[in-house]
């Protein structure tokens, strides 16, 4: 092995923690604590965020705060608190306070708003000018 580079063995078997911070949220009386994603949860966090209508695919914001909340907010025990039938609570909560909690859970996964813009940009505009948000199943209050 040349100096520094890393073979496989040794690449699989080192340990890297996820990084974490605290997030204060003075609205609900505390903290959160927040932890950056895998790349598998990554993954999953990007496929949560693309519609599938026949053979066309669409990028679709909807929700997209409170799923990277819920995928990053954890205990100190490292375990999600939030399942995903927890979305719409938190999809309800103030948008400032899903902001705060989002912006740090996509820094800590290196997510920048080039990302965001490039995966938009990957799956284009609907042309007709549609959007999934309008579709039967978003939630009425």
């Known amino acids: 092995m040349a100096d520094g580079i890393l073979g496989r063995e040794a690449f699989l078997a080192a340990?890297?923690?996820?990084?974490r911070e605290?997030?204060?949220v003075p609205e609900l009386g505390g903290v959160v604590l927040v932890q950056g994603l895998t790349g598998k949860q990554r993954d999953q966090y990007e496929a949560s965020c693309v519609?599938?209508?026949g053979n066309k695919r669409t990028f679709n914001l909807i929700d997209a705060r409170a799923k990277l909340v819920a995928l990053s907010v954890v205990g100190e025990d490292g375990k999600r608190l939030f399942r995903e039938e927890d979305l719409p609570a938190l999809s309800a909560m103030p948008a400032q306070?899903?902001?705060r909690i989002f912006s740090v859970a996509q820094r800590l996964s290196g997510i920048s708003d080039q990302d965001v813009d490039e995966l938009g940009q990957l799956f284009g505009?609907?042309?007709?000018g549609s959007s999934p948000s309008g579709s039967p199943a978003s939630s009425a209050d």
Request: aromatic share 0%; glycine share 0%.
């Open 51 to 53: 519609v599938q209508k």
């Open 22 to 24: 605290r997030v204060d």
């Open 15 to 19: 340990r890297t923690d996820l990084p």
């Open 125 to 128: 505009d609907d042309p007709d």
């Open 97 to 99: 306070i899903l902001d």
